[in-house]
């Protein structure tokens, strides 16, 4: 049998919305992604290089929550087509660590440019847009 904890309507609509939100952007990366000739989960996994500047392979399959077999294939894709550089980490040889080329970096940076104004952040004035990030902040706190 199962039991279904009640929820509270507003609970509920901020649900809603959030997976509204999400596949809003689900549809905005995977445009850009596209016009760029990638997948969304290449796009996914450049931008999340791009933000640590070096990145172990593990490290990309827990950011994009994916087995590290799938992130291999991402991976030698990216690097077959010049946006990725793969190389020994220097702690550990077994360990690989990633890197964007400038290719790379130009790619990920053109679709960061364009992803707010596909989500519409352009519609928010400042302070809804402090309070929007305040909320997030506040959700995704550990």
């Given at each position: 049998m199962v039991y279904y904890r009640y929820m509270p309507p507003a609970h509920q609509q901020i649900c809603d919305d959030i997976l509204l939100v999400?596949?809003?952007?689900?549809?905005?990366?995977?445009?850009?992604?596209?016009?760029?000739?990638?997948?969304?989960?290449?796009l996914f996994a450049l931008y999340s290089i791009q933000q640590?500047?070096?990145?172990?392979?593990g490290k990309v399959a827990g950011i994009l929550h994916c087995d590290a077999s799938n992130v291999t294939g991402i991976i030698d894709r990216l690097v077959l087509q010049g946006y990725v550089i793969r190389q020994e980490a220097?702690?550990?040889r077994r360990a690989k660590t990633l890197r964007l080329t400038p290719q790379g970096a130009e790619i990920t940076q053109r679709a960061t440019a364009l992803l707010p104004t596909k989500l519409g952040c352009h519609k928010l004035n400042s302070q809804e847009a402090r309070a929007f990030h305040e909320i997030v902040q506040k959700l995704c706190a550990s």
């Open positions: 999400l596949n809003q952007m689900k549809g905005a990366v995977t445009e850009l992604a596209e016009a760029e000739g990638l997948t969304k989960m290449q640590h500047e070096t990145l172990a392979m220097p702690h550990d």
